[in-house]
Nanobody
Framework: QVQVVESGGGLVQAGGSLRLSCAAS????????MGWYRQPPGKQRELVAT???????NYADSAKGRFTISRDNAKNTVYLQMNSLKPEDTAVYYC???????????????????WGQGTQVTVSS
């Protein structure tokens, strides 16, 4: 079973830092783009940052200069280092990985986006 699991969320004071991790597992043949998204309370899910398999990054304006996305291709893992956190960064953070994979029966699954279950980040003022 292919899955994506986030970790590293929690409660932090404004100005603090957190590092989120997201690991993909299963019969994975290829991971192309990986990214972080967030859904603040009462709002829609929004892009935070993405990274290609080659390391090209893209950030939302709200994340530029404070957040850094990186990945370890050998571990099928993507990270989000968040510094200078603000109360408005409070949200559920989701990881997404675009993957080509196989089922347990070795059937090929067409390249698809896989989402994690989310991890809560709360920044207190």
């Amino acid at each position: 079973q292919v899955q994506v699991v986030e970790s590293g969320g929690g409660l932090v004071q404004a100005g603090g830092s957190l590092r989120l991790s997201c690991a993909a597992s299963g019969l994975i043949l290829r991971i192309s783009d990986m990214g972080w998204y967030r859904q603040p309370p009462g709002k829609q899910r929004e892009l935070v940052a993405t990274i290609t398999s080659g390391g090209t990054t893209n950030y939302a304006d709200s994340a530029k200069g404070r957040f850094t996305i990186s990945r370890d291709n050998a571990k099928n893992t993507v990270y989000l280092q968040m510094n200078s956190l603000k109360p408005e960064d409070t949200a559920v953070y989701y990881c997404k990985a675009r993957m080509l994979a196989r089922t347990a029966a070795m059937r090929l699954i067409e390249e698809s986006d896989y989402w994690g279950q989310g991890t809560q980040v709360t920044v207190s003022s």
